[in-house]
């Protein structure tokens, strides 16, 4: 009896020491791949004492006067800047390496210093971010990567989408091209896609004959919802008298029951048709 109590003592004093051994390698893979990825890593290119990143830092806060002066330094950096945005757009954690650190305690993370799974979603999130930050910046240097973006709209992370629909949105005319996907993200099951899609439509404001008539049916379709009919509105206005066609259906906004809705209407009128709209002021 004795001496099976002792195999079995053995047995498991046996299987923690394998355990213990197992994670000690598997944090001296993660060492040697980080100090590998540091080696390897390509430096930043710099401006004005600063890296890339932190002028995209600066400018993320949409801070005034400091994110116009960080604009104007990424757009110093040319045609380095769009291939960086764009590894950082496309940034993957692994999953396995996600999978591990769901399974390890966070008391052990926690000592060891090693993000958990969350934290390491949230690191991502924040590198794509400044990714569609710095197209945003970028100007047309950034339409040679208007496909890559093209590309990034189908892909199965919601959030990625909607980085890249903001990114091409603020790219305006530069991001033409992309106007029968971004026309596709009309019907996208995210709000936030559709809302900035149909705003894209708008800051791109190229082909009114085809796109015109587009976004009147999706104020249409969409006139109950108080974010996307106002966005709608102001895309129309963007076309000036080019989208004569929709003043009869944007002034009936004129008498919305939202303050904001029933301004934008007037501005867009004001662009479109500025006669209709002093009559219609006047009324």
Known sequence: ??????????SRIGHAGCVV?????????????CLIWLILM???PSYQGKHLTEWLELYSTNRFPFDKEAESAIR???AA??????AKMTTRESRIRLDLMTHVPKPVLRALHIPSGNDCRARIDHERQLGAYGFAASGPEARPFVPDLMALLNDKEPRVRYLTVFALRSLGPVASEALPSLIKCLDDP????RDDAIASLGTIHEQPGRIVP??????EKNRSNLILRGDAIRSLGSFGADAKAAVPMISGFLNDNNEEVRSEASNAL??????????????
Do not use: C, W, Y
């Open 42 to 44: 390509p430096r930043e």
């Open 21 to 33: 051994k197992l994670f000690r390698f598997f944090l001296g893979a993660m060492f040697a791949l």
């Open 270 to 283: 004001g662009r479109i048709d500025p006669t209709f709209a002093r009559k219609a002021a006047v009324q």
């Open 76 to 78: 110093h950096f040319g």
């Open 190 to 193: 995210d709000f936030t896609i």
């Open 214 to 219: 587009i976004i009147t049916n999706f104020l």
């Open 1 to 10: 009896m004795e001496f099976v109590k002792a195999a079995r003592l053995s």
């Open 81 to 86: 800047g769009p291939p960086i945005f764009l």
